[in-house]
Nanobody, 119 residues
């Protein structure tokens, strides 16, 4: 059983939108903060957005503020990343991450989903 499964990536035109989903299983999703990271070719993985366990606090990288929205549905055990006005520099593999409330809890990573923005 894979703890986190991402979906929704693909090829999109410059200025377009995509919504990524990350569905969890096998752990207490509602106790975990959820984040989206991305890694472009030749670059380090970077944090894109984070949402706390109850969905009341969000943080964004400066590069995506005003364009991306992170959300979650704890009943569906799913986190989302709505990406609008996509730019070429948003091209990357996007990963979701589940962060436990303390270091004693295991963190989880998804397998990644490719987002490619074409001009």
């Amino acid at each position: 059983q894979v703890p986190l499964v991402e979906s929704g990536g693909g090829l999109v035109q410059f200025g377009g939108s995509l919504r990524l989903s990350c569905t969890a299983s096998g752990f207490l999703f509602g106790s975990y903060a959820m984040s989206w990271y991305r890694q472009a070719p030749g670059k380090e993985r970077e944090l894109v957005a984070r949402i706390n366990s109850v969905g009341r606090k969000t943080n964004y990288a400066d590069s995506v503020k005003g364009r991306f929205i992170i959300s979650r549905d704890n009943n569906k055990k799913t986190a989302y990343l709505q990406m609008n006005n996509l730019q070429a520099e948003d091209t990357a593999v996007y990963y979701c991450n589940a962060e436990g409330p303390s270091s004693w809890w295991q963190d989880y990573w998804g397998q990644g989903t490719q987002v490619t923005v074409s001009s």
